[in-house]
Nanobody
């Protein structure tokens, strides 16, 4: 059974850091691109980062470039999102998604087949 489970969210002050984890089961990260998305109340889901399964190349939305870093540990079947210099506008529910058919990732949510339940990130003083 394919499953993605996010963890690591919480409340953090502006300028702080969090590391999110996306633990995968039922499939190998060797063959599936993984993306991180977020959705704030009243806003559409936003693709913020993803990582290719084939070559590990990473991509970022402009809104997080230079502050967030995606990485993966295939042996642990886990993808991480290190978030630094957090801002109040980063407040959202963060989701990871897995693309069943593509090795090259994208920030388009409709290309992803599996999703986790999400983890809340709140940036506030």
């Amino acid at each position: 059974q394919v499953q993605l489970v996010e963890s690591g969210g919480g409340l953090v002050q502006p300028g702080g850091s969090l590391r999110l984890s996306c633990a995968a089961s039922g499939f190998s990260l060797d063959y599936h691109a993984i993306g991180w998305f977020r959705q704030a109340p009243g806003k559409e889901r936003e693709g913020i980062s993803c990582i290719n399964s084939s070559d590990g190349r990473t991509y970022y939305a402009d809104s997080v470039k230079g502050r967030f870093t995606i990485s993966r540990d295939n042996a642990k079947r886990t993808v991480y999102l290190q978030m630094n210099s957090l801002k109040p506008e980063d407040t959202a529910v963060y989701y990871c998604g897995a693309d069943r058919t593509r090795a090259r990732c994208s920030l388009r949510g409709y290309e992803y087949d599996y999703w986790g339940q999400g983890t809340q990130v709140t940036v506030s003083s």
